[in-house]
């Protein structure tokens, strides 16, 4: 065998197995008697063997159970190359409000040996970051999603080969990943039952997008018919309102938010709960031109709490999301994950919101 010692030529061979996809993550190992055999080794030999595997954090070991291959890289990445980037896909490259994420993650990150990247998809489609992510020497990914179903070609593909993913603000719809969100149900039900303890009774809901196409749309959305069926206010005008503004069905948004407005004022709606502050923030721009004063003619609660929503006038009442806890959590999340891999729960980590009252509601 030359001059390389025994233990080495079975790190090395089990080393190309983990590579070809031959062993995968997750599968067990032999054991070090069935190593001793196979290579015709002591057992001192085949346990220095797997010794170096698990040092090399290449295979975890669980006691009584055996050696399983680790998550740390997916098949088709050089074991010998293993970094410690994270990567952050987000589909802007500045949005005011939204940018703690960043601050978030790093402020875990700094604990460790792993350092951030940020890739944008303002230019290049999600799809292309995700493929290209996944070919590069990354240890994992944060993603961002524009919509919980789109590019499920590509994540599906992340799932299968068990790469260290997770997502943030939304989850992908029929994939079971590891997901950081804020509480959208809670926070607008909070939206919803302020506008009515402040006597308003009939309340619309209005969002950019279809429902089907977020599920942090969709959780709000049900968030607030909660809130107006447990204050017993499910109203079938305003239900037929609401339908028809949960999405944007026209490239000329300042038309679309016309029509809500003036859709509203007729239907005698007196509250309105959106999807985001910067529709909030739009309609009051809006409502000021065509001569309505918010609070006065009509009462506005935002989501997000951006920036913008305390430099406004009239300042937005909003549901603030924590952003900086959502990136922190998700950067704990996705290193356990990488590191500790059987021992990290799937489940969901919701994040709390709370409102933030200042001056776009008015009680009637």
Do not use: W
């Amino acid at each position: 065998m030359g001059n390389i010692p025994l233990y080495q030529h079975i790190v090395i061979a089990l080393k190309t197995k983990i590579e070809s996809g031959e062993l995968k993550i997750g599968d067990k190992l032999p054991t070090e008697a069935e190593i001793s055999k196979e290579y015709n080794v002591s057992r001192i030999t085949s346990k220095r063997a797997l010794t170096e595997l698990e040092n090399a954090n290449l295979i975890y070991r669980v006691q009584g159970k055996g050696s399983f291959v680790n998550s740390v890289l997916p098949a088709n990445r050089s074991l010998d190359k293993a970094s410690k980037e994270i990567l952050l896909i987000l589909p802007f490259t500045h949005n005011p409000g939204l940018g703690d994420y960043e601050k978030g993650i790093n402020e875990y990150l700094a604990g460790t040996e792993y350092t951030l990247n940020i890739q944008s998809n303002t230019i290049v489609g999600q799809g292309k970051l995700l493929q290209a992510a996944l070919q590069s020497s990354n240890s994992g990914i944060i993603f961002y999603p524009v919509s919980s179903i789109t590019d499920l070609g590509i994540l599906y593909q992340c799932h299968l080969s068990r790469f260290p993913f997770i997502t943030m603000d939304k989850g992908v719809e029929g994939i079971p990943f590891l997901s950081v969100v804020s509480d959208n149900f809670d926070g607008a039900y909070q939206a919803t039952k302020h506008l009515i303890e402040n006597n308003h009774k009939k309340i619309a809901f209005i969002s950019s997008l279809k429902v089907e196409y977020s599920s942090s749309i969709r959780e709000r959305y049900l968030g607030y018919l909660k809130a107006l069926f447990d204050y017993d206010l499910i109203d079938h005008s305003v239900n037929d309102v609401t339908e028809r503004y949960l999405k944007h069905d026209d490239d000329n948004g300042r038309e679309y938010y016309i029509r809500f407005i003036q859709t509203i004022l007729e239907q005698g709606i007196t509250g309105i709960v959106t999807e985001n502050d910067i529709i909030a923030i739009e309609i009051i721009q809006i409502a000021k031109e065509l001569g309505l004063s918010v609070p006065d003619d009509f009462s506005i609660v935002g989501f997000d709490n951006i920036h913008l929503a305390s430099f406004v006038e009239p300042k937005l009442t909003t549901i603030s999301q924590d952003f900086g806890t959502m990136g922190y959590l998700a950067a704990q999340s996705l290193i356990q994950l990488i590191e500790k891999p059987h021992e990290q729960s799937m489940e969901t980590v919701v994040v709390p919101v709370k409102l933030i009252e200042r001056q776009t509601v008015r009680r009637l």
